[in-house]
């Protein structure tokens, strides 16, 4: 009879920030043994990496970080017997940040929605031993842990479980810490994970349907765009994957995230550069969620028509809306802070 504790280290790549919209790329677990006395991981008793081809289009600012394109993952499947069988014989999950890793898995293995998950991140008082970032490749550098390479599932699995071993200033294993949460995520896993992970898939049906193709605009006639009478008419569909690094934003309309330079200022600060007028180096027409009179009555201004135009002659330029821009921005930030 196996009386051993074992625990997993899981990290997943993937082809944007977001658990509704995105999907796994990568995958990786390593299931290790323990003392739980000591706090002390002992081996590592058996590992799994692969990958998957998605059905989502790649973010440029994931593809970015992790260095995985589309060409990379055709006809790649995970192996899901391996995969469960090594969660199937783990007491917890650990995952750096581990709200993003948990959202991406879950859905995919529902039958473990009661599993405990620990986050190396926030379940660790990094900042007592003297750490100013909390990212893995931050806290890898501080503790002088090899990272020349990391964004591979694989690699930072192999990171975090390296940091786990290393002793805090209480003479205690980091892992230690870990332990100490695992009662609590217990009863936490217990009690909402199945109702969690049908919440996320809830949003993903959401994101999906958001996401379905529409019919073609009508054609435009003079300055207006006949039987047009919401933003929903003139919007690229499906809303694209938006990339900050470079791109060019022209605002049009009346923000809800505020004046318009702040929102200007967001987008620079994203890495994103603004003009005033539609052209072919435009990238992204960002239309404001409180719009303008006159589009009430099917009449969308110039920025708006010049846009569409250019897209009919083979620009590459998109039509989005506020909130797709705003959320876009949100999971940059979230997927920027974790790397």
């Given at each position: 009879?196996?009386?051993?504790?074992?625990g997993a280290?899981?990290?997943?790549e993937?082809t944007?920030?977001?658990?509704?919209?995105?999907?796994?790329?990568?995958?990786?677990?390593?299931?290790?043994?323990?003392?739980?006395?000591?706090?002390?991981?002992?081996?590592?008793v058996?590992?799994?990496c692969?990958?998957?081809?998605?059905?989502t289009?790649?973010?440029?600012d994931?593809?970015?970080?992790?260095?995985?394109?589309?060409?990379?993952?055709?006809?790649?499947?995970?192996?899901?017997?391996?995969i469960r069988?090594?969660?199937?014989r783990?007491?917890f999950?650990?995952?750096?940040?581990?709200?993003?890793?948990?959202?991406?898995?879950?859905?995919?293995?529902?039958?473990?929605?009661?599993?405990?998950?620990?986050c190396s991140m926030?379940?660790?008082?990094?900042?007592?031993?003297?750490?100013?970032?909390?990212?893995?490749?931050?806290?890898?550098?501080?503790?002088?842990?090899?990272?020349?390479?990391?964004?591979?599932a694989?690699?930072?699995?192999?990171?975090?479980?390296?940091?786990?071993?290393?002793?805090s200033?209480?003479?205690?294993?980091?892992?230690?810490?870990?332990l100490?949460?695992l009662?609590?995520?217990?009863?936490?896993?217990?009690?909402?994970?199945?109702?969690?992970v049908?919440h996320?898939r809830?949003?993903?049906?959401?994101?999906?349907e958001r996401?379905?193709?529409?019919?073609?605009?009508?054609?435009c006639?003079?300055?207006?765009?006949?039987?047009?009478?919401?933003?929903g008419?003139?919007?690229?569909?499906?809303?694209p994957?938006?990339?900050?690094?470079?791109?060019?934003?022209?605002?049009?309309g009346?923000?809800?995230?505020?004046q318009?330079?702040h929102c200007?200022?967001?987008?620079?600060?994203?890495?994103?550069?603004?003009?005033?007028?539609?052209?072919?180096?435009?990238?992204y027409?960002?239309?404001?969620?409180?719009g303008?009179?006159?589009?009430?009555?099917?009449?969308?201004?110039?920025?708006?028509e010049?846009?569409r135009q250019?897209?009919r002659?083979?620009?590459?330029?998109?039509?989005?809306?506020?909130?797709h821009?705003?959320?876009?921005m949100?999971e940059?930030?979230?997927f920027a802070?974790?790397h």
């Amino acid at each position: 009879m196996d009386v051993n504790h074992y625990g997993a280290v899981l990290d997943v790549e993937t082809t944007g920030f977001s658990p509704y919209r995105d999907e796994i790329i990568e995958l990786s677990i390593d299931l290790f043994s323990f003392d739980p006395n000591s706090a002390r991981i002992l081996s590592v008793v058996d590992s799994y990496c692969g990958q998957r081809e998605p059905a989502t289009p790649m973010s440029a600012d994931a593809e970015a970080v992790h260095g995985l394109s589309i060409q990379h993952l055709i006809g790649k499947r995970l192996d899901d017997s391996a995969i469960r069988s090594l969660l199937v014989r783990s007491e917890f999950v650990i995952a750096h940040n581990a709200s993003f890793d948990r959202g991406f898995v879950l859905p995919l293995f529902s039958d473990f929605a009661s599993t405990p998950w620990m986050c190396s991140m926030r379940d660790i008082d990094w900042r007592a031993e003297g750490c100013e970032s909390l990212r893995l490749g931050d806290l890898l550098r501080y503790f002088a842990i090899n990272c020349s390479q990391l964004h591979r599932a694989n690699l930072d699995t192999a990171g975090v479980l390296a940091l786990l071993t290393r002793t805090s200033q209480d003479a205690r294993p980091f892992f230690a810490q870990v332990l100490d949460k695992l009662p609590q995520r217990k009863i936490e896993a217990a009690a909402t994970g199945a109702d969690w992970v049908e919440h996320i898939r809830t949003k993903k049906q959401a994101a999906l349907e958001r996401c379905a193709p529409v019919a073609e605009p009508c054609d435009c006639v003079g300055d207006s765009v006949a039987g047009a009478k919401t933003t929903g008419d003139f919007l690229t569909s499906p809303p694209p994957r938006i990339s900050f690094d470079s791109k060019t934003f022209v605002l049009t309309g009346t923000f809800g995230y505020g004046q318009k330079r702040h929102c200007q200022a967001a987008i620079q600060g994203a890495g994103g550069r603004c003009e005033d007028t539609v052209t072919l180096r435009t990238d992204y027409l960002v239309v404001g969620e409180r719009g303008d009179k006159s589009w009430a009555h099917g009449f969308y201004g110039n920025k708006i028509e010049k846009a569409r135009q250019l897209a009919r002659a083979g620009a590459a330029i998109a039509i989005v809306s506020e909130e797709h821009w705003v959320r876009e921005m949100q999971e940059k930030a979230k997927f920027a802070a974790r790397h």
